[in-house]
């Protein structure tokens, strides 16, 4: 199906872990970004990305890493979680900053005990 | 630093009626401001965008006004619908960088049947 898809949509995992959140977008949008949604902060940026193999970091970026060796996907890994990294995590994507609209996936509810 | 303030942060009122949902910025100098729609346990939806050099867009029963240089920006919704109950955030994007884009927190409203 067309649109921008995460996986996996729940995940439980342990301190010290490395977990990877996996984004796929069908559109070949060139901007595509990672938020975290906690209550209190709202929205944070973590990485962006502007074009393959161009990455960039946001707001909230210690102790994630990303990669984008194809347009259409953007891992977000967090190489050792941690209990603050519990969290919700969106993916998103956009054909340009300025003019266009930005397109979320449903998300990835991380639980790190 | 751009910040976005939404009031108020929840709102509850009975099905029929318009209302109006306030969103604020600090510094005027921006690309475009959002709307967003977010459900429980969703991602977000993009309602409505408006560039800087606009006043106003509509879709349906929405209409967003936006004043750059009082920095805000309002959600109209027509004949609420208790399918209208949400989390609604504006967004506002400034600098031009694809990190540029700053969230409100949110207006929780229930439109009661």
């Known amino acids: 199906d067309a649109g921008i898809t995460q996986s996996p949509r729940y995940k439980i995992t342990e301190t010290g872990r490395q977990v990877t959140l996996m984004c796929h977008q069908t559109?070949?949008?060139?901007?595509m970004f990672w938020y975290r949604q906690d209550l209190g902060h709202g929205l944070r940026l973590i990485y962006y990305?502007?074009?393959?193999?161009?990455?960039d970091k946001g707001e909230v970026p210690d102790g994630y890493v990303v990669s984008r060796s194809k347009t259409e996907n953007f891992p977000l890994t967090l190489e050792s979680a941690t209990r603050s990294q519990t969290s919700v995590y969106f993916c998103?994507?956009?054909?340009?900053?300025?003019?266009?609209?930005?397109?979320f996936g449903s998300g990835t509810q991380l639980s790190v005990l | 630093k751009q910040e976005v303030t939404q009031i108020p942060a929840a709102l509850s009122v009975p099905e029929g009626e318009n209302l109006v949902l306030n969103c604020s910025f600090t510094?005027?100098?921006?690309?475009?401001l959002q709307w967003f729609r977010q459900d429980p346990g969703k991602g977000l939806t993009s309602l409505l965008l408006?560039?800087?050099?606009?006043r106003e867009q509509t879709s349906g029963r929405l209409n967003a006004s936006l004043d750059k240089s009082s920095g805000r920006s309002t959600l109209y919704i027509a004949a609420s619908q208790p399918g209208d109950s949400a989390t609604y955030l504006c967004a506002v994007l400034a600098g031009g960088g694809a990190d540029g884009l700053t969230f409100g927190k949110g207006t929780h409203l229930i439109i009661q049947p």
């Open positions: 990305s502007a074009a393959a193999d161009i990455t």
């Open positions: 408006i560039q800087s050099s606009q």
């Open positions: 559109w070949s949008h060139s901007y």
């Open positions: 998103a994507s956009s054909g340009t900053v300025v003019n266009e609209k930005l397109f």
């Open positions: 510094d005027s100098a921006i690309y475009n």
